[in-house]
């Protein structure tokens, strides 16, 4: 029976895009070079500084600067993450809901400890989760499987007990090779309503509100959680 919900960060709890194109433009603030418009890097968001140095100044990481923009970048995020982070609508009633039933979740995210910790601090959701795999807990980062299977092996479940939530494919694949049931979201940053069929998931939500249904059921169908 699933009774644990585990979850993507950036793009399926937080919408943490503000803060991350602010600190690309910045780099392109440093090269002279005007900003670029907040949808052109919110879609590589989830790609973290790779995807967006790649964006934001054609940089890839062979290239023999791409180590200090990718240090600046950093530097310039976590100055302002925190002030450009926030829950996604109805997320934080979703927590609510898993709580109320006295159901544990957790989060397994490719973002560094050095930058996640302090984002769950600041949403304080860090000691309200059960379990906090970041992409350098573990030596593994999705697709694949082994942070999520450190994740649920720390709280004691087993694959089949958990159900995982993420916006991007390598989520949904790490999620199914890990044995667990998958929920792709098309609210995030690298799946649309069309790419998000693509996956193969177990379930769709299309909005955070439609989460809750999924897991728990509503008037209509039985949900995930109380098949």
Same mark, same amino acid.
Request: charged share 25%; hydrophobic share 40%; glycine share 6%.
């Given at each position: 029976?699933?009774?644990?919900?585990?979850?993507?960060?950036?793009?399926?709890?937080?919408?943490?895009?503000?803060?991350?194109?602010?600190?690309?433009?910045?780099?392109?603030?440093?090269?002279?070079?005007?900003?670029?418009?907040?949808?052109?890097?919110?879609?590589?968001?989830?790609?973290?500084?790779? $995807? &967006? *140095?790649?964006? %934001?100044?054609?940089?890839?990481?062979?290239?023999?600067?791409?180590? @200090?923009?990718? !240090?600046?970048?950093?530097?310039?995020?976590?100055?302002?993450?925190?002030?450009?982070?926030?829950?996604?609508?109805?997320?934080?009633?979703?927590?609510?809901?898993?709580?109320?039933?006295?159901?544990?979740?957790?989060?397994?995210?490719?973002?560094?400890?050095?930058?996640?910790?302090?984002?769950?601090?600041?949403?304080?959701?860090?000691?309200?989760?059960?379990?906090?795999?970041?992409?350098?807990?573990?030596?593994?980062?999705?697709?694949?499987?082994? $942070? &999520? *299977?450190?994740? %649920?092996?720390?709280?004691?479940?087993?694959?089949?007990?958990?159900? @995982?939530?993420? !916006?991007?494919?390598?989520?949904?694949?790490?999620?199914?090779?890990?044995?667990?049931?998958?929920?792709?979201?098309?609210?995030?940053?690298?799946?649309?309503?069309?790419?998000?069929?693509?996956?193969?998931?177990?379930?769709?939500?299309?909005?955070?509100?439609?989460?809750?249904?999924?897991?728990?059921?509503?008037?209509?169908?039985?949900?995930?959680?109380?098949?």
């Amino acid at each position: 029976m699933i009774d644990t919900v585990l979850f993507d960060l950036d793009g399926t709890l937080v919408d943490s895009a503000p803060g991350l194109a602010l600190a690309a433009n910045l780099q392109r603030k440093k090269c002279q070079l005007p900003p670029l418009a907040f949808d052109v890097l919110r879609v590589v968001a989830s790609q973290g500084t790779r $995807g &967006l *140095l790649k964006v %934001a100044l054609e940089l890839d990481q062979e290239d023999l600067v791409y180590p @200090y923009f990718r !240090d600046r970048f950093l530097e310039d995020y976590r100055d302002c993450m925190l002030d450009n982070s926030s829950f996604f609508p109805r997320i934080s009633e979703l927590l609510d809901a898993i709580e109320a039933r006295k159901l544990q979740w957790g989060i397994v995210t490719n973002k560094s400890e050095a930058l996640s910790h302090p984002l769950l601090d600041y949403l304080n959701i860090s000691k309200r989760s059960s379990v906090n795999v970041c992409g350098d807990t573990t030596p593994y980062i999705k697709p694949h499987p082994g $942070g &999520l *299977l450190y994740a %649920a092996e720390k709280i004691g479940k087993i694959p089949s007990q958990c159900v @995982y939530i993420g !916006d991007d494919e390598r989520d949904i694949i790490a999620g199914k090779e890990a044995g667990m049931l998958t929920i792709a979201v098309s609210y995030g940053y690298s799946l649309d309503r069309d790419s998000v069929l693509a996956c193969q998931a177990d379930a769709i939500a299309h909005h955070p509100a439609e989460i809750a249904s999924l897991l728990f059921g509503d008037a209509d169908s039985k949900g995930i959680i109380h098949a």
